[in-house]
């Protein structure tokens, strides 16, 4: 955890808190006109994300960069022929050679740490409270609800300009949104049923390749209530743009509700889409 993830933790928890008193799921984890940087942070993996580029990636890469600019600037002025007609012949220094070489050694020294320690709290999954199968498809999602929660599965498909309600994102808003409970470890398995997709919702901190064949696994905790946003980030067909990802992010209470719903709306029988197994009868 990152040492600025207490305080931000607090203020999203004041955050959700406001929002729970307005009674309605406001969107969070989506881009706004004229946004830069990262999306919205909730989960304690995209705390630390941010603090990594904002504490360690930023300082240092404007540090050298003002360094080399320095130098550049003071060779230009101090060594230009006017200034020093007759130039030096030397070509080796030791004890130059020696520290351009070791201080940059030590800079990525300093970064691998935390570095490392990010992918590993990123690739070590804690015991989940959930598990969410997301399969990609040329050109959409299907989001699948284990036994316990229900077993069930749904496609999730963009919605067309023409259908957007008011407040409903462009690009971004599908017909049926995976709901998960805030606050509780969701491990999330990505798999593809063509060619390779990467799931990826910002907020979360998660992005994960979804390969054919394949069970790539990731989680995340929401850490406030909302509606998040993410898209396939795997060039994958003419309509690759046209794959959001919406995340409801509720209550447990509203996502037993869901989920009591949806068992209904989206009745499979043991995993096996009814539609389906009925093409398979004829
Ligand atoms: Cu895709």
């Avoid at 101090?78 to 012949?89: G, I, K, Q």
């Avoid at 905790?221 to 509606?227: I, P």
Wanted: glycine letters at 6%; charged letters at 15%.
């Amino acid at each position: 955890m990152g040492p600025l993830f207490a305080l931000r933790a607090g203020v999203a928890a004041l955050a959700a808190s406001l929002l729970a008193g307005s009674g309605k799921a406001a969107i969070i984890g989506a881009p706004e006109p004229g946004h830069i940087g990262f999306l919205p942070a909730n989960s304690p993996i995209q705390y630390d994300i941010e603090w990594f580029h904002n504490a360690i990636l930023l300082p240092v890469t404007i540090a050298i960069s003002l360094l080399v600019l320095a130098l550049l600037a003071y060779v230009m002025y101090r060594f230009n022929e006017r200034a020093n007609p007759t130039p030096s012949r030397l070509t080796h220094n030791g004890p130059l050679e020696i520290a351009w070489t070791v201080i940059p050694a030590l800079i990525l020294v300093v970064i691998a740490v935390p570095s490392f320690r990010l992918l590993s709290d990123q690739l070590i999954i804690p015991a989940p409270d959930m598990t969410l199968k997301v399969t990609a498809s040329q050109w959409h999602w299907n989001y699948g609800y284990p036994k316990s929660e229900g077993g069930f599965s749904f496609d999730s498909i963009i919605k067309e300009d023409k259908d957007l309600k008011p407040g409903e994102i462009r690009l971004l808003t599908v017909d049926n949104a995976a709901y998960v409970p805030v606050g509780k470890i969701v491990e999330v398995d990505v798999t593809s049923q063509d060619v390779i997709h990467s799931f990826s919702v910002p907020s979360f901190g998660v992005k994960i390749d979804a390969i054919p064949g394949r069970l790539n696994k990731a989680w995340f905790k929401a850490l406030q209530e909302g509606v998040f946003h993410g898209q396939c980030s795997n060039i994958c067909g003419i309509d690759h743009a046209f794959m959001p990802i919406e995340i409801h992010v509720v209550s447990q209470s509203a996502y037993q509700a869901w989920l009591a719903d949806a068992k209904k709306q989206f009745a499979h029988a043991d995993g096996v889409d009814l539609a389906e197994a009925s093409q398979i009868k004829r």
